[in-house]
Each structure stands twice: as C-alpha cells, then as structure tokens.
C-alpha cells in the first residue's frame, strides 16, 4: 500500500542518517576528507612494510600525497598525534627517483630544505614532520600509520 511504502521510506532515510552520523563519529579524531580520499590512522606505529601491508589488508594504501591539499591533510593528522608517519613513498628501487607503490615517479613533493640526502647511505622511505615537509628516512624505523581509501 501507499502507507507501507511511505515508512518503508521513512526507515530508508532515518538508515542514511545513522550512517551518515556513524561516519562522522568515526572520522572524528582518526580521519581528514580531502576531495574524493580520506586519509585516516589507527594510531598503530610500525616499520614501512608492516604500515603498508596493514593498509593494503585494510582495504585501502599507505597514505601518498598527490597535491599540497591532501599533504596539509596528513600533517593535521601528524600534528594530533605528535607522531611523524610513513607516506606511500619511496626510492627503494632507483636511488634517488622517488616513487608511488605502483612505481609512478611522484607529481608532488614537499621536501624539507637539504632533503633528499640518503643520510649513511640507507634512507629510501619519507616521513612526514610536523611541519608538513618531508624527510627521506631509513623504512626500518618506526613510524604512525596513515591510510588512504
Ligand atoms: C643528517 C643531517 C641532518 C638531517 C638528517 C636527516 C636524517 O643527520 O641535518 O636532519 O641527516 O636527513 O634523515
Ligand atoms: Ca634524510
């Protein structure tokens, strides 16, 4: 009937909102919304592979900057947590040409100053200060993880 369809509705909407709400909830400390991705931490801290399997297995990836928008996203994050992280980024298989996971040479970049500088011969992941700009840093080292999804 014409009543039966019309709270059918009414739980539709009154469902959209709930998760909706549910959302913002979630996003509130843990996540930043930059145009179509959202950058997100667990607060977990870890080497580079640990973060980005973690992420992979999350259903998303380790967080990669593509324009100074989504970069000042991560650092609001960097500053919450007083913690540097790991981007989705790294020179591991060419000294020095810097890449994306899928082995695309970066479009953006936000260097600190005198960085890149492969301190003892052994930095091929970047960290993110608290500043925003980024350090090339040995992905031994542990640092917060970020998500992109
Ligand atoms: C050297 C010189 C420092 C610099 C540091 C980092 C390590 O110790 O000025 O901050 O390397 O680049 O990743
Ligand atoms: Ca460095």
Redesign the pocket.
Known sequence: SGQELRSEFQNLGTLTENISLCFLVIMFPNGRIVGEKIFMTSGYEGNFDSLKQRCSQAGGQLASPRNAAENAAIQQIVVLYNKSVFLGINDIQTEGRFTYLNGENIVYSNWQT??P?N?KGI?DCVEVYSSGKW???SCGEKRLIVCEF
């Open positions: 005198r960085e500088n301190d930095e350090n090339d840093k």
